[in-house]
């Protein structure tokens, strides 16, 4: 398909556990997002890449997440000693050229849920 | 600290009536506002756009107002249609990132 897809759709895991989500951006795209949404909520920016490295991390709650992006195109949103409250949608987005093309195109996302 | 508000969880509008969603921004430094639509188990999907210089862009049946003075913007849908049901979100872009709001639920009968 040529839209951004997400792995797995959806994922159930233990308290303290690890776990990894991936996206697979629209071929081309050179920036790439990752956004959480909670229930009831809108989306949450978490960290941007353009290209390889990480242009914009803020968004990160805390040292428990880290992303990568290590050729440029699919990127792996990783969770350490997730917590219950990591419950959410994870939503990964591209855009073509980061700043110059507004529209961010988003992929299904992954339901993560932590019992 | 919400930047980006929308004050209204739901809406429901009949089949052929004007649709009108809001949304209110506290941060000055938003240089472009965006409207997503979003259907249950599917990501968010780019639905219009504005520059933050420009007060009003159209593209077919759907209308989005800046009101830059009162940090207000609206998307109008005319006429609504039973496929525009789903969640909308308002965003706005600063630097790299999107701010999202809470989304408005809008249920178009028919």
């Known amino acids: 398909g040529a839209g951004v897809s997400q792995t797995p759709s959806n994922k159930v895991t233990e308290k303290g556990k690890y776990v990894e989500l991936r996206c697979d951006p629209i071929?081309?795209?050179?920036?790439l997002y990752w956004y959480r949404q909670s229930l009831g909520q809108g989306p949450e920016f978490l960290i941007y890449?353009?290209?390889?490295?990480?242009?914009?991390d803020s968004g990160l709650p805390n040292d428990r997440f880290f992303a990568v992006r290590p050729e440029g195109s699919v990127s792996t949103l990783k969770i350490q000693r997730t917590e219950r409250g990591d419950s959410a949608v994870y939503l990964c987005?591209?855009?073509?050229?980061?700043?110059?093309?507004?529209?961010?195109?988003f992929g299904p996302g992954t339901r993560l849920t932590v019992l | 600290d919400q930047q980006v508000k929308q004050n209204s969880p739901s809406l429901s509008v009949q089949e052929g009536r004007i649709s009108i969603l809001n949304c209110d921004y506290t941060?000055?430094?938003?240089?472009?506002f965006l409207w997503y639509k979003k259907y249950p188990a599917e990501g968010p999907t780019f639905l219009i756009s504005?520059?933050?210089?420009?007060d009003k862009n159209e593209d077919g049946r759907f209308t989005v107002f800046l009101n830059k003075s009162a940090k207000h913007l609206s998307l109008h849908i005319v006429p609504s249609q039973p496929g525009d049901s789903a969640v909308y979100f308002c965003?706005?872009?600063?630097?790299?990132?999107?701010?999202f709001g809470a989304g408005t639920i809008l249920r178009v009968k028919s």
């Open positions: 071929s081309g795209h050179t920036a």
């Open positions: 941060n000055s430094m938003f240089d472009y």
């Open positions: 987005a591209s855009s073509l050229i980061a700043g110059e093309v507004h529209e961010q195109f």
């Open positions: 890449f353009q290209g390889t490295g990480a242009a914009d």
């Open positions: 504005i520059s933050s210089i420009k």
């Open positions: 965003a706005a872009k600063y630097g790299n990132k999107l701010v």
